[in-house]
């Protein structure tokens, strides 16, 4: 039996040095994370379908929900718990509100490479 | 004993450890997220039916009414002009009578009927080939008999192209808003498509959803009317029961809803 526990451990420490190096090569260059930035039409509604802690965590589910909900169940009427009713629609909703879409969803995509096809098809109507 | 014992035992671990799975498989299966029912609903005027269809009075098209429906609907719905004749993308279009109708063999027919520019879109079928072929269920019928699709779920494999026997579907074999001025749609309230999907004429759904006929019909000098063909106080049921109307190679079985009225005049 030959004594390979150095060369095994040279290995290991190599291997773990390798799949750790992205976290190495990155550390203390981590960007601040994006402020939204809310867009006038946005302030001035006051409101949005959910609360604002909601829409942060969840938004992306609700879209999904909307899509399947308008799509393939026909109903493209949203009530929220305060009775308010929004025609489920991302361009024609959410973007009515937050018209600026590069400042408010693109930033925080971007931040978290985040890349969701929405926009391949849907198109902000407030963009010049 | 013992053994079977020893087998019973081995079953009750492996169900245990399969209950304690589920939940988790559950929450991350890819499934379909609806809203709550509780949490949706239409909109107070929109048009509800239990099987759209529509008549198309030949004798009443023109080729400048035809072009005015097909530009009408186009826009409205961000279709494409494409310069590559191979890529064209059409949601409704004007066609030979002799090869819309293929299965009139007659020889001898008015020539008001045989050089009438008929026009043709998804008949939006009762047994739609298409709806059986999609393997992702991206097209689909709905209960008021719409043939729809679901432009997120199409993966583009053309099934339902070679399924249609009317050929009213089209892909994108571009990006479609290479065919739209400044690549921004002329209508910013309807989306686009992308590159790799299908898509076809859609009833106007998003239209009767809020209360407003298909464009086609509205644009069509009464060319074009459109109704529940269950209604039996709709207005197609009434031009059914007068006028006598032929549907597109009704020998294959797929029961068009789109319904035509040959010659018109006196006999309409």
């Known amino acids: 039996m030959t004594n390979d526990k150095p060369k095994i451990i040279a290995g290991l420490v190599i291997f773990v040095i390798l799949v750790t190096c992205p976290m190495w090569i990155n550390m203390g260059k981590n960007k601040p994370a994006p402020k939204l930035e809310m867009a006038a039409e946005a302030q001035a509604k006051g409101y949005c379908v959910l609360p604002k802690a909601d829409m942060k965590e969840k938004h992306m589910q609700i879209l999904d929900g909307w899509r399947n909900s308008v799509v393939r169940s026909g109903q493209r009427v949203y009530v929220n718990d305060q009775g308010k009713r929004f025609d489920m629609s991302l361009s024609n909703t959410c973007l009515e509100c937050h018209t600026n879409k590069a400042e408010f969803c693109d930033k925080c995509h971007v931040y978290a490479s985040v890349n969701p096809y929405c926009w391949d098809c849907h198109v902000n109507p407030k963009e010049k | ?268």
Request: proline share 6%.
């Open chain 2, 1 to 268: 004993m013992e053994e079977n014992r020893r087998k019973f035992l081995k079953v009750a671990g492996a169900s245990a450890v399969g209950l304690s799975v589920a939940p988790v498989m559950k929450a991350h299966a890819i499934g379909e997220y609806f809203m709550p029912a509780s949490q949706t609903g239409k909109h107070e005027n929109a048009l509800i039916g239990k099987h759209w269809a529509m008549v198309i009075d030949i004798s009443k098209l023109t080729e400048d009414i035809n072009e005015k429906i097909t530009e009408a609907c186009h826009s409205a719905h961000n279709v494409p002009e494409l310069e590559n004749k191979k890529h064209e993308i059409k949601w409704i279009w004007e066609e030979h009578f002799e090869h819309a109708f293929t299965d009139q063999r007659n020889s001898y027919i008015p020539d008001s009927a045989k050089h009438s520019p008929v026009l043709v879109l998804c008949n939006h079928c009762v047994n739609p080939p298409c709806v059986k072929a999609c393997p992702t269920k991206a097209t689909f019928k709905r209960d008021d008999g719409i043939v729809l699709m679901d432009f997120h779920r199409c993966i583009g494999c053309r099934f339902c192209m070679a399924a249609c026997p009317y050929g009213s579907r089209s892909f994108n074999l571009e990006d479609p808003r290479n065919g739209l001025e400044d690549r921004k749609p002329k209508n910013p309230q309807f989306p686009t498509r992308m590159k790799g999907v299908v898509e076809k004429c859609n009833f106007c759904a998003e239209r009767l959803a809020v209360g407003q006929m298909p464009l086609c019909a509205e644009v069509s000098e009464g060319a074009i009317v459109f109704g529940d063909l269950e209604d039996p106080e709709s207005e197609v049921r009434s031009i059914l029961a007068k006028s006598f109307t032929i549907r597109r190679k009704p020998a294959l079985g797929t029961e068009p809803s789109v319904y035509y009225i040959v010659g018109g005049g006196d006999h309409a």
